[in-house]
């Protein structure tokens, strides 16, 4: 499903972000991209997405090559994708149904068939008594629930998180880890860029280890 | 289809509610964009009523000889032949001097004035057209008819109907002029405003990119904004200029009622209103795509 194959990454200004990464994610898996701080996590996230685009090798998501992809197809690509961001990235001038509802919004959903998704999507997450309250009302882990919310509400195939408990506690962050467990068990591929030890080892995930932008072992 | 027009009507209506939510600033837009539109507008109306006005007066200029008070039919007659007989003279109609007074009584509203005259003021005259419309030479035949025996003076009539004619040409350029830099300066109102627009929506705009929006879907609520405040500019603009008219033709009411005449003047045609909403719709519109292609190039996540 993703197929990564001689990446790297240099980004102008001669900092090298990726060397030479390469792996398969098959449909349904569940991978976790570790590493400490500046080995690549993000920048690799951003190449799935074509928010930045590699300076060598190729990326193969859904057949397509996300590397050489029109700035026009970017979206659709896009829309495969639920992303989930350390900053949750929520719109605070609007309601919590109007934010689950934007990637529907987006798509040219119905209002009716909308209204229906973004209501399960708010449930899963436990969030469905706040569907009228504002995001700013919620606490941190509230707030990236919704950001999850969000993320799935389109049931895309593939689930990208960057360092989704970055800022949690304890409880919080099992709570999240319960929910990728869940999405994963329905057939999602789940990925997770995080350097959270406690997060890694409740989930048992394949790891996709990097160090200074290379690969450290792949299992 | 049925969800893109729901897309859509969503769309619209937050942009209602995006010009409600700053409502003074809004306000005052609108108001800079009418009050712009309502100048050539207005001067456009102007025109066009002196220009009806004017309309049933004949372009073509003619030249009036009057004749003295007590010219007899004979050297009338004489005058008649010389008329018919001059190569460079195409027609000409004779105007007695009842007739010309019982005209001007209609035409003037001024018969209870004439009515008390005690004789009529008004000689026999020819009305006459040349063959040759230049200035020169109806000036030259002009000359040559105020010579002649019993003629006490002879007038280029339609010189003034020429001096409005080219009057209103000019005022019809300055419509086109004024109108132009108008439309200009709509454009640029409408980049600046969406301008600030995309710059304080940053983060919603780097946001829908994130999560799959196409430009046209970022793009679209930006363009609503601009077609309506240019709309409601042009409606502002209608709302001053008949407000203007209606409040012009009720004094002129009085006056008129006072001279006998009627003069009022036409408001805005059905077609003029429409051309009025949709000409500051459509600049709106464009403005905001400049504006919004511009500056949603720069915000990438």
């Known amino acids: 499903m993703i197929s990564l194959s001689h990446v790297s990454k240099r980004y102008p200004g001669g900092r090298e972000a990726l060397h030479d990464v390469g792996f398969n994610i098959d449909s349904g898996e569940l991978a976790f991209i570790t590493g400490h701080s500046g080995a690549g996590k993000t920048t690799l996230l951003k190449l799935l997405v074509a928010i930045e685009r590699p300076t060598a090798g190729s990326i193969i998501v859904n057949g397509q090559n996300v590397g050489s992809l029109q700035a026009r197809a970017v979206p659709f690509l896009r829309r495969k994708f639920g992303l989930i961001f350390q900053d949750h990235k929520l719109l605070f001038d609007r309601s919590v149904f109007d934010n689950v509802a934007l990637p529907l919004d987006i798509a040219?959903?119905?209002?009716?068939?909308?209204?229906?998704?973004?209501?399960?999507?708010?449930?899963?997450?436990?969030?469905?008594k706040y569907e009228k309250a504002l995001p700013i009302t919620l606490s941190g882990g509230e707030q990236q629930r919704l950001c999850i919310a969000r993320a799935i509400v389109h049931r895309p195939s593939i689930l990208l998180a960057d360092e989704p408990t970055g800022n949690l506690d304890a409880d919080y962050a099992n709570d999240i880890g319960e929910l990728f467990r869940s999405f994963n068990q329905v057939g999602v591929t789940v990925i997770v860029a995080t350097h959270d030890q406690a997060l890694l080892a409740r989930l048992n995930p394949r790891v996709i280890a990097l160090r200074n932008g290379a690969m450290a072992q792949a299992s | 289809m049925k969800a893109w027009a729901a897309q859509h009507a969503r769309c619209f209506a937050a942009t209602f509610v995006r010009l409600a939510r700053t409502p003074l600033g809004s306000l005052f837009n609108i108001l800079v964009i009418g009050i712009a539109l309502s100048l050539p507008v207005g001067l456009y109306v102007l025109i066009d009523n002196l220009q009806a006005a004017s309309g049933h007066l004949a372009a073509e200029p003619q030249i009036s000889a009057f004749l003295a008070l007590d010219a007899s039919r004979a050297e009338i007659a004489l005058i008649e032949t010389r008329l018919k007989q001059n190569a460079r003279v195409q027609r000409y109609r004779f105007v007695p001097r009842d007739q010309a007074l019982q005209e001007l009584k209609q035409s003037s509203g001024l018969a209870d004035v004439i009515d008390n005259l005690p004789q009529n003021p008004l000689p026999d005259a020819f009305i006459v057209s040349a063959r040759d419309n230049t200035p020169q030479a109806l000036e030259s035949l002009r000359e040559e008819i105020a010579q002649w025996p019993r003629v006490v003076h002879a007038q280029l009539d339609a010189a003034w109907a020429r001096r409005l004619d080219a009057t209103l040409r000019f005022g019809r350029a300055l419509v086109l002029i004024l109108?132009?830099?108008?439309?200009?300066?709509?454009?640029?109102?409408?980049?600046?405003?969406?301008?600030?627009?995309?710059?304080?929506?940053?983060?919603?705009?780097?946001?829908?990119?994130?999560?799959?929006?196409?430009?046209?879907?970022?793009?679209r609520p930006f363009l609503y904004y601009g077609a309506l405040q240019g709309a409601a500019g042009g409606v502002v603009a209608w709302l001053i200029v008949t407000g203007a008219v209606w409040l012009v033709n009720r004094n002129l009411g009085e006056l008129s009622h006072v001279y006998a005449s009627l003069f009022q003047l036409r408001q805005l045609t059905p077609l003029d209103s429409a051309v009025l909403l949709a000409l500051p719709l459509a600049l709106g519109w464009f403005g905001a795509w400049l504006s919004v292609g511009r500056h949603l190039r720069v915000i990438e996540p």
């Open chain 1, 108 to 128: 040219g959903y119905g209002a009716k068939d909308a209204g229906r998704r973004v209501r399960a999507a708010l449930d899963k997450v436990g969030l469905l």
């Open chain 2, 179 to 219: 109108g132009g830099l108008l439309a200009v300066a709509l454009i640029a109102v409408t980049f600046n405003t969406i301008r600030l627009q995309v710059l304080t929506q940053r983060e919603e705009v780097e946001v829908v990119k994130l999560i799959g929006a196409t430009d046209a879907f970022i793009r």
